[in-house]
């Protein structure tokens, strides 16, 4: 047998067996790996999808949490894993776009390290002020702010964090100057927004929508293109006079890079046919997240996009966590 002939059998019998092998797959349970404590929003939006995903793939998929460093454990967890399909990362905007300018020395790096699997949903935020303040729309609180320059304080749940970087960049499009007061999590933050002490803050829906409901807050505008089915009557941050203005979350699957194109292509199709679902379409809507569909080519399109939006957010806030 010549060298050629040899390399020619040894090719047919390798995409033979890579065949096979992905038409196996999953032949065992999956892993989903998220950088957080158990009972947050990205477990929420984990454990409403996995019942649905394990009928379309057969297997189930076991969450698993590694918290810390902003999710930054977690993935860099999932980077080192086995690329094989069997290990997966669920991240949200922190994860994915925001950490690789937050962190000087961040392990790992998204574009560089991961195979984007699906986008599932787009996140919205309120903008919401506390109800002591003498305004009922985003105009008259633009207005406010910048007749009182430097006298208006907005919370977070953190330095860093999506819901310190949606103010900035709302301070940047409207040229208003607020002082960031970041606390450890949403709701102490929430607690000094109802109360006044701090006079306005960004937050996903809806537990937004549930304050606002019960006149704890006073939501002025979503940060989506469209409005939201939670607050049909609260107006769109463009529909209020700030032009342009589109600010979302999102959340997304990966897998470690050099995973199989076959395999990425498997796991992406089941999470297209599981976002189909009218239930898991209602239930995350109540969740306060949009399905939002996109397959690995699309979805590694999109993050193209979003990672120098979000670069330039973090810079302009000033945010460094080492």
């Known amino acids: ?44 939006h984990a454990r409403l999808l996995t019942d649905k995903l394990q009928a379309a793939l057969g297997q189930p998929l076991i969450v ?9 454990v977690g993935a860099d967890a999932v980077a080192k894993s086995p690329a094989d399909g069997y290990t997966l990362m669920l991240a949200n905007t922190g994860v994915a776009v925001i950490n690789g300018a937050l962190y000087s020395k961040l392990p790992y790096d998204t574009q560089r390290d991961f195979v984007p699997i699906a986008r599932t949903a787009m996140q919205p935020l309120a903008l919401l ?59 102490p933050a929430f607690t000094d927004l109802m109360g006044g002490q701090v006079q306005f803050m960004a937050e996903s829906i809806p537990q937004a929508a549930n304050y606002h409901k019960q006149g704890k807050v006073r939501a002025l505008a979503v940060t989506s293109r469209e409005r939201n089915p939670a607050l049909p009557d609260i107006p769109t941050v463009a529909e209020s006079g700030v ?4 600010v979302v979350g999102f959340y997304g699957f990966f897998a470690p890079k050099d995973t199989p194109k076959d395999v990425v292509a498997k796991l992406s199709e089941a999470f297209k046919q599981v976002l189909t679902s009218a239930e898991v379409r209602e239930r995350m809507v109540s969740q306060g997240a949009d399905p939002a569909f996109l397959g690995s080519e699309e979805f590694a399109r999109f993050l193209a996009t979003e990672t120098p939006r979000w670069r330039e957010a973090v810079k302009a806030s000033g945010a460094r966590m080492d």
């Open 64 to 72: 698993d949490y590694k918290p810390g460093a902003g999710g930054s």
């Open 243 to 246: 032009k342009g203005f589109e």
């Open 1 to 44: 047998m010549s060298n050629n002939t040899l390399r020619t059998a040894l090719a047919v019998l390798s995409l033979a067996v890579s065949t096979a092998a992905t038409a196996a797959f999953p032949d065992k349970p999956i892993k989903v790996v998220i950088g957080f404590p158990a009972g947050g929003p990205l477990d929420q």
């Open 129 to 187: 002020v506390t109800p002591k303040l003498p305004v009922q729309n985003l105009r008259q609180f633009i207005d406010y702010a910048k007749a009182r320059p430097g006298q208006v304080n907005y919370g977070s749940a953190g330095n860093g964090g999506i819901s310190h970087l949606v103010p900035e960049m709302f301070k940047t499009a409207t040229g208003i100057f607020m002082v960031h007061i970041p606390y450890r999590g949403s709701a």
